[in-house]
C-alpha cells in the first residue's frame, strides 16, 4: 500500500510562487496522484491528476496558476503568482488497486 | 455539472448506528466509482470506503472494516454508508467524492459534507 509524505507548512509573498511536494513511498514511484485544495471551512475542491512523466489534467475551472510536475518519487504542484484566496491546505492523494490514501496537507500561507 | 448532496449525519451514541446517503446528479452514475472520505475536527483527510460503479466491489481502511458497509442504488444515483458500532473516533465530516473513472482512479469530484457526531 502506497503511502504520500507532505510538509506541513509553506508560505510565500502574495504575487509570488509556491512549490508544494509529495513523495511517493518507496516501491510506488510511479504512481499517479491528485491534488486537492481545501480552503478554510470549505469541502476539498479536486485541482489535477499528476502522472508520473509529468503530464497533469486539472480540473474544472481550476486557474492556470496552478500546474504539477514529477521527478522520481516526487509530485510538485506550483501556484504561480500567489493570491489570497490561494490561501487553504493542500491535499495529494494516491491509490492502488483496493485502497487510497492520503497526505497529511501542507498548509500555504499567503504573505 | 457534477453535483453531490450528502444527508443523514447527526448525533448518535457511542455503539450507535446512522445511514449517510449521496445524491449524484449530473453525470452517467454507474460509469463512475464512487467514495466516502472523512476528516476529524482539525485533522486531514482519511479515506473510509469506495465502491465500483457497478457496486459490485467495495473496499474499506481498517479502521472501519467490518463496522461500516456501503453500497450503491444506480437507479437512483444515490450512494450508501450504513456505520455500526461507531465510536468516538467516527466523530468527522463525512464527503461523498466521486471517482474519476469505473474503478481504482482519484477522486475529481466533492460534495459539502455532512458531520457525524459520536458521544454520550
Known amino acids: 500500500q502506497p503511502v504520500v509524505t507532505q510538509s506541513s507548512s509553506a508560505s510565500a509573498s502574495l504575487g509570488s510562487s509556491v512549490k508544494l511536494t509529495c513523495t511517493l513511498s518507496s516501491g510506488h514511484r510511479t504512481y499517479s496522484i491528485a491534488w486537492h485544495q481545501q480552503q478554510p471551512g470549505k469541502a476539498p475542491r479536486f485541482l489535477m491528476k499528476?502522472?508520473?512523466?509529468?503530464?497533469?489534467n486539472k480540473g474544472s475551472g481550476v486557474p492556470d496558476r496552478f500546474s504539477g510536475s514529477s521527478s522520481g518519487a516526487d509530485r510538485y504542484l506550483t501556484i504561480s503568482n500567489l493570491q489570497s484566496e490561494d490561501e487553504a491546505d493542500y491535499y495529494c492523494e494516491t491509490w492502488d488497486s483496493n485502497s487510497w490514501v492520503f497526505g497529511g496537507g501542507t498548509k500555504v500561507t499567503v504573505l | 455539472e457534477v453535483q453531490l448532496l450528502e444527508s443523514g449525519g447527526g448525533f448518535v451514541q457511542p455503539g450507535g448506528s446512522l445511514r449517510l446517503s449521496c445524491a449524484a446528479s449530473?453525470?452517467?452514475?454507474?460509469?463512475?466509482?464512487m467514495n466516502w472520505v472523512r476528516q476529524a475536527p482539525g485533522k486531514g483527510l482519511e479515506w473510509v470506503s469506495s465502491i465500483t460503479g457497478s457496486g459490485i466491489s467495495t473496499y474499506f481502511a481498517d479502521s472501519v472494516k467490518g463496522r461500516f458497509t456501503i453500497s450503491r442504488d444506480n437507479s437512483k444515483n444515490t450512494l450508501y454508508l450504513q456505520m455500526n458500532s461507531l465510536r468516538a473516533e467516527d466523530t468527522a465530516v463525512y464527503y461523498c467524492?466521486?471517482?474519476?473513472?469505473?474503478?481504482?482512479?482519484?477522486?475529481?469530484?466533492w460534495g459539502q459534507g455532512t458531520l457525524v457526531t459520536v458521544s454520550s
Open positions: 449530473g453525470l452517467t452514475f454507474s460509469s463512475y466509482a
Open positions: 499528476l502522472e508520473d512523466s509529468g503530464t497533469y
Open positions: 467524492a466521486k471517482g474519476s473513472a469505473y474503478s481504482g482512479s482519484c477522486i475529481d469530484y
